[in-house]
């Protein structure tokens, strides 16, 4: 990760205005399962699945994917409660935590367009907050480098196979989880414990 300072001491939104209710928003941040065993940990997280986005329904299948010669993110999209957290947390532990959001198309060593970083944004808002956002940890200079995410229209989210959901949970032993996914996720519960299903109020 290429932070210049703790992952908890990045800037909150600025820019975070006030929803309620039972919100998504759909994040690329290389594998998909990663970026979903974070979010697993979130308090205020309803759901998190891992899918597909950015290109046609006939190529939203892994191995299409896989081949980098489709439009498709590997993504995950997340719906949270609102009341508990907002989209600007979201988005922080995306950027602090979730992935490196300064690589282009590469995420450790899965390189191609599908592992790219993007925020599939459904509407004005989310794009908007995601913009400044971004404008607002580039000024801050909290990573060694420009963000390199890229902000595209939701035009639709294809979940991905069923044995990909939730496979870090269920997959604690294969090796890509032990290197990648488990120190994202222990990242997280050091740095953001307060944040934590389970965590007190």
Known sequence: MSLTVPPDQI??????????????????GGCFWCVEAVYRQLRGV??????????????????????????????????????????????????????????????GNDVGTQYRSSVFYADETQRSVADAYIRELNDARVFRAPIATKLEPLTAFYPAENYHQNYAELNPNQPYICAVSDPKVEKLRHYYADWLKGADL
């Open 11 to 28: 800037p909150t939104a600025a820019l975070d205005p006030p929803a309620t209710g039972e919100q998504s928003i759909v994040l690329a």
């Open 46 to 107: 309803i759901s998190a699945v891992s899918g597909y986005a950015g290109g046609t329904a006939d190529t939203a299948n892994y191995k299409a994917v896989c081949s980098g010669l489709t439009a498709h993110a590997e993504v995950l999209r997340v719906t949270y409660d609102a009341a508990q957290i907002s989209l600007g947390h979201i988005l922080q532990i995306f950027f602090a935590v979730a992935h490196d959001p300064t690589h282009i198309n590469r995420q």
